[in-house]
């Protein structure tokens, strides 16, 4: 068992061997800061967008906001996943107004009819053919880098997106210590038993350092620690590598009352059974894996105080298929997403308080967060230094 290197960089202000500190409160409420993240991380990271069995046949579609971007995800006639902005390339409109639907042939613009194929070629508009010297894929609809991997779309709006085996594979690696112990769970191949959608009334990073932890978890998930028990000494899953938290000598199932589970996933080993892994993939996606399903976490940044948090829950598409009872499953998480979720709300308003004009501290079970300060300070660092010096705050 390794644990995290929880060492500093020198970004970071030392404040005592137990404790370091935090990001200022600032970064979690001030929109020009909210602005900068959008433009410089979620507009420039790989991000977690669409599950790709959620988009059933060609035609069919969702529409995701991605930073200040809406998105339409697809597929075409030969059932491929395609991306594109969503705009026309004529006057702007945006072509796809639902979250999600089903095209009957193509994507048309309510405005002023033109009309794009499912690989988003210009096909159709008004007068078109009178004007002769329009290039068609030169006005097709705007792609933006897609990749698919754990059964889901992955979308980078950057023109040079980074390395996603760096960034998203990378992260798996790191967490576990080998990016192929996840390939057991294939999670491509589960089945969706449920989605939950919670709308919180908090800052994107405050829930992401929220699953990051579990100095927290003692406190407010009495049925977690109950099936975890490790987990009440404060120490999270997350804060080592390779490591499962185990579940107790007399659980069952990562269920909300310790019975029995579902199927158990056949491709994870021996020592993953009985064991809850945890994955934060930045900016927006939580993996939690277990020996009978797979819980993924999606989060969309809506506002410095709004995110949408998307749950999937993930089984064996026979459990699902036979219409297994998953409320015990499905429960234990759904509880322990109420309990984060309200936790993160209650921070968000002390966000803008002089008391927390210089943030707060994380204890040594938490420092292994500092990583994730760093990389928030290193892409939107002057942003949170002008917000500062507007209101005031030292340094």
Same mark, same amino acid.
């Given at each position: 068992m390794t644990i995290l290197d929880p060492s500093l960089t020198t970004v970071r202000e030392q404040i005592s061997e137990s404790l370091i500190s935090?990001?200022?409160?600032?970064?979690?409420?001030?929109e020009e800061v909210f602005a900068a993240e959008q433009a410089s991380i979620i507009e420039r990271s790989w991000f977690c967008a669409v599950r790709a069995a959620d988009l059933s046949g060609p035609g069919a579609f969702r529409t995701v906001q991605i930073g200040r971007e809406s998105v339409i995800v697809s597929r075409? !006639?030969?059932?491929?996943? !395609?991306?594109?902005?969503?705009?026309? !390339?004529? !006057?702007g409109v945006r072509l796809c107004v639902q979250p999600e639907g089903?095209?009957?042939?193509?994507?048309?613009?309510?405005?002023?009819?033109?009309?794009y194929d499912l690989d988003g070629t210009l096909i159709?508009?008004?007068n078109l053919t009178k004007m002769p010297d329009i290039d068609r894929e030169t006005y097709a609809l705007v792609q933006p880098h897609v990749r698919e991997y754990l059964g889901y779309v992955w979308i980078c709006l950057a023109d040079e997106p980074p390395s996603f085996d760096d960034e998203v594979i990378g992260a798996v690696r790191d967490r576990l210590g080998d990016e192929h112990l996840i390939d057991g769970y294939d999670i491509a191949q589960l089945a969706l038993g449920r989605r939950i959608v919670y709308d919180v009334a908090a800052n994107w990073k405050l829930i992401v350092e929220n699953f990051m932890e579990c100095y927290h978890c003692a406190t407010i998930h009495p049925e977690l620690t109950e099936v975890l028990p490790e987990f009440a000494d404060g120490l999270a899953a997350q804060y080592f590598v390779g490591h499962g938290a185990e579940?107790? &000598?007399e659980i069952q199932g990562f269920t909300v009352d310790g019975s029995e589970g579902l199927d158990r996933l056949p491709g994870i080993t021996e020592d993953q059974d009985r064991r809850y892994y945890a994955i934060t993939i930045k900016p927006n996606v939580f993996i939690n894996l277990?020996?009978?399903?797979v819980i993924i976490h999606r989060m969309f940044p809506l506002a410095a105080d709004r995110t949408v948090v998307e749950c999937d829950w993930l089984y064996l598409p026979s459990v699902v298929a036979e219409e297994r009872d998953l409320d015990a499953s499905v429960e234990l998480f759904h509880r322990v997403n109420q309990q984060d979720f309200?936790?993160?709300e209650r921070c968000q308003p002390a966000m803008s308080s002089r008391v927390y004009a210089d943030g707060g501290v994380l204890v040594p079970s938490e420092h292994h967060i500092g990583a994730f300060h &760093?990389?928030?300070?290193?892409?939107?660092?002057?942003?949170?230094e002008a917000a500062r010096a507007a209101q005031g705050g030292r340094r």
């Open positions: 935090t990001l200022p409160g600032i970064s979690y409420v001030a075409n !006639r030969r059932g491929e996943i !395609r991306a594109f902005f969503n705009i026309c !390339r004529h !006057r089903q095209l009957k042939r193509a994507f048309q613009c309510m405005y002023h009819a033109w009309t159709a508009a008004p579940f107790g &000598d277990v020996p009978d399903h309200e936790a993160c &760093d990389w928030i300070t290193a892409q939107v660092g002057p942003s949170i």
